[in-house]
């Protein structure tokens, strides 16, 4: 697969092969980019921002429409691409070029309403006497750099609304599963000016620091795990940025809890995708009053799961990313049952297949209860009582999404008040959303919000024109 850069179509002599995580084969190769040819997307991208400023409203919605139109013609054949790069199963990939393409039809709506307001300056001190109103600009170029697990949703998500604001993007999509993003490029590229949309391909490390630290680029976002957001942030100097960042997402299932719907909701939130979900579950805080009876069903319900070969569409486990993703997770079980923990169900790894696994007995100063464990995991921290529940949700470093489950809504409201993250649903796992809702983290989670709206308002900048009319 090449990169696309102003209109054109780049291989290079230097390649990466991409393996498919379930078998090993090569799906494809991607030039493996450098330093220069960042600088040829950044310096194209400025430029054809240009253009497209120029652009109505009308036009560019229509753009985005026709794009819409071309990747549901094509929902089938990159759903397969996303299952052979990442190892998805094929039933979840289908999900993700669903919502996708939702994602671009929302953009295509919201390109007509990004407008400003009439401000009254006369409700403020000396401001008597002028007609004023602000207008949304676009930003100039985007910077776009995503993660592996949803590699075409994730991309759209900033894509899309970055183009529907009359901005330019240069998108930079993971080593690990770069196909699929980069068709959903060509998709949309077909209806724009050259130059708008550009991708690059290649290992973060080595292409980051141009790509974070050139001053043609107004806005950088990012999807990926907090050390690297963090390492952005400080690169970016006054360019706005935007970080999507990782999770550690509680499930809570209090004491008057539905356990039949808790544990549905414990199954879907620990093993989608193996568990390489932001806002996974990662932590099942479950009072003693029914945990026996919790963990009796969960261990029936995660019996159930098939493990297998993820193009097969009954498979509810694949393998992850790697074999060094495996073994990460292996060593934080491991490391949970020498701390103390039981191992309920599961706990084996081969090659990059880890089972669900099932641990009880945590406390909430364990490393995998601390850390994000990107993998088919659910820890459970058995509490007395919704304030404790909440203290310990709220022990954490993320603050992505919460889950809690209970029929007493005193205890719903309190905890969709005191519980530190993004969104806390009530009888619903945090592994849940919409494309149109805001999303996004608070502490390391991350800053600003997507959902296409919210995405919208962190790609445009408000100038205010004031008329003096006395
Ligand atoms: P990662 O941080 O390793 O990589 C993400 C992207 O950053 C990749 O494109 C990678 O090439 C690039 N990158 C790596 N080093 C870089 C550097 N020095 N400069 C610039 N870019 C660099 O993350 P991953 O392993 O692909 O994905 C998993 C992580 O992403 C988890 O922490 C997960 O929680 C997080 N995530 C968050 C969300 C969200 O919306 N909050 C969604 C999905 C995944």
Same mark, same amino acid.
């Not at 007609?131 to 602000?134: C, K, L």
């Not at 806390?424 to 009888?427: A, K, Q, R």
């Given at each position: *697969?090449?990169?696309?850069?102003n209109?054109?179509?780049?291989?290079?002599?230097e390649k990466i092969?991409i393996?498919?995580?379930?078998?090993?084969k090569?799906?494809?190769n991607?030039?493996?980019c450098d330093k220069?040819?960042?600088?040829?997307?950044?310096k194209h991208?400025k430029?054809?921002?240009?253009i497209?400023?120029?652009w109505?409203?009308?036009k560019?919605?229509n753009?985005?429409?026709s794009?819409?139109?071309?990747?549901?013609?094509e929902k089938?054949k990159i759903?397969k691409t996303?299952?052979?790069?990442?190892g998805?199963?094929?039933?979840?990939?289908i999900v993700e070029m669903?919502?996708?393409i939702?994602?671009l039809?929302?953009?295509?709506?919201e390109?007509?309403?990004?407008? !400003?307001?009439?401000?009254p300056l006369?409700?403020?001190?000396g401001?008597k006497g002028f007609?004023?109103?602000?207008q949304?600009?676009?930003?100039?170029?985007?910077?776009?750099?995503? +993660?592996?697990?949803?590699?075409?949703n994730l991309?759209?998500?900033?894509?899309? +609304?970055?183009?529907a604001?009359k901005?330019?993007i240069i998108?930079?999509?993971?080593?690990?599963?770069?196909?699929?993003?980069?068709?959903l490029?060509e998709i949309?590229d077909?209806?724009?000016?050259?130059?708008?949309?550009?991708?690059i391909?290649?290992?973060g490390?080595e292409?980051?620091?141009?790509l974070t630290?050139?001053?043609?680029?107004?806005k950088i976002?990012f999807?990926g795990s907090?050390?690297?957001?963090? *390492?952005?942030?400080?690169r970016?100097?006054?360019?706005?940025?935007?970080?999507?960042?990782?999770?550690?997402d509680?499930?809570l299932v209090l004491?008057?809890a539905n356990?039949?719907?808790?544990?549905?909701s414990?199954?879907?939130?620990? =093993?989608?995708?193996?568990?390489?979900?932001?806002?996974?579950?990662?932590r099942?805080?479950v009072d003693?009053k029914?945990?026996?009876?919790f963990?009796e069903?969960?261990?029936k319900?995660?019996?159930?799961?098939?493990?297998?070969?993820?193009?097969?569409?009954?498979?509810?486990i694949g393998?992850l990313?790697?074999e060094?993703?495996?073994e990460?997770?292996?060593?934080?079980v491991d490391?949970?049952i020498?701390?103390g923990?039981?191992?309920?169900?599961?706990?084996?790894?081969k090659?990059n297949?880890f089972q669900?696994?099932?641990?009880?007995?945590?406390?909430?100063? *364990?490393d995998?209860?601390?850390n994000e464990t990107?993998?088919?995991i659910?820890p459970?921290?058995r509490?007395?009582?919704?304030?404790?529940?909440?203290?310990i949700?709220?022990?954490?470093? =993320?603050?992505l999404?919460?889950?809690?489950?209970?029929e007493?809504?005193?205890?719903?409201?309190?905890?969709?008040?005191e519980?530190?993250?993004?969104a806390?649903?009530?009888?619903k796992?945090?592994?849940f959303?919409t494309?149109n *809702?805001?999303?996004g983290?608070?502490?390391?989670? !991350?800053?600003g919000?997507?959902g296409?709206k919210?995405?919208v308002e962190?790609?445009?900048?408000?100038?205010l024109?004031g008329?003096?009319?006395?």
């Open positions: *697969m090449k990169i696309l850069i209109g054109k179509y780049y291989q290079k002599n092969d393996i498919n995580p379930y078998n090993q090569i799906i494809d991607v030039p493996k220069s040819d960042v600088e040829k997307a950044i991208g430029n054809s921002q240009k497209l400023n120029e109505s409203a009308y560019v919605s753009g985005l429409y794009a819409y139109e071309d990747l549901r013609k089938k759903a996303i299952t052979e790069e990442t998805k199963p094929i039933k979840d990939s669903e919502r996708s939702e994602t039809k929302l953009s295509a709506e390109a007509k309403r990004i407008y !400003g307001e009439a401000i006369d409700a403020g001190l401001g007609f004023a109103f602000t949304k600009l676009p930003l100039g170029l985007v910077v776009a750099i995503t +993660p592996f697990n949803y590699p075409v991309a759209i998500h900033k894509v899309a +609304p970055a183009i604001t901005n330019s998108l930079k999509p993971s080593i690990k599963a770069p196909i699929s993003a980069l068709r490029c949309i077909n209806y724009f000016p050259n130059g708008v949309i550009n991708t391909t290649g290992y490390s292409l980051g620091e141009e630290l050139n001053p043609n680029v107004d976002t999807t907090v050390p690297v957001g963090i *390492m952005i942030k400080n970016a100097g006054m360019k706005k940025v935007s970080l999507e960042l990782g999770g550690n509680p499930l004491k008057d356990i039949e719907k808790a544990v549905k414990a199954t879907i939130g620990s =093993y989608l995708y193996s568990g390489q979900v932001c806002m996974g579950v990662k099942i805080i003693n029914i945990a026996d009876d963990l069903l969960f261990v319900e995660t019996k159930k799961l098939k493990f297998g070969d993820p193009l097969d569409i009954k498979t509810d393998p990313i790697d060094r993703a495996a990460i997770v292996e060593k934080s490391n949970a020498k701390n923990a039981s191992l309920v169900y599961g706990g084996k790894r090659g297949f669900p696994t099932i641990l009880d007995n945590l406390n909430e100063n *364990m995998i209860i601390v990107f993998g088919p659910s459970i921290i509490i007395d009582g919704v304030d404790e529940a909440i203290k949700a709220n022990n954490s470093d =993320y603050g999404q919460a889950g809690v489950f209970t007493n809504i005193a205890d719903a409201l309190k905890c969709a008040n519980i530190d993250s993004g806390v649903f009530i009888n796992q945090s592994t959303r494309d *809702m805001p999303f983290g608070f502490k390391l989670s !991350g800053v919000k997507e296409v919210y995405a962190d790609m445009v900048k408000t100038k024109i008329l003096n009319l006395r």
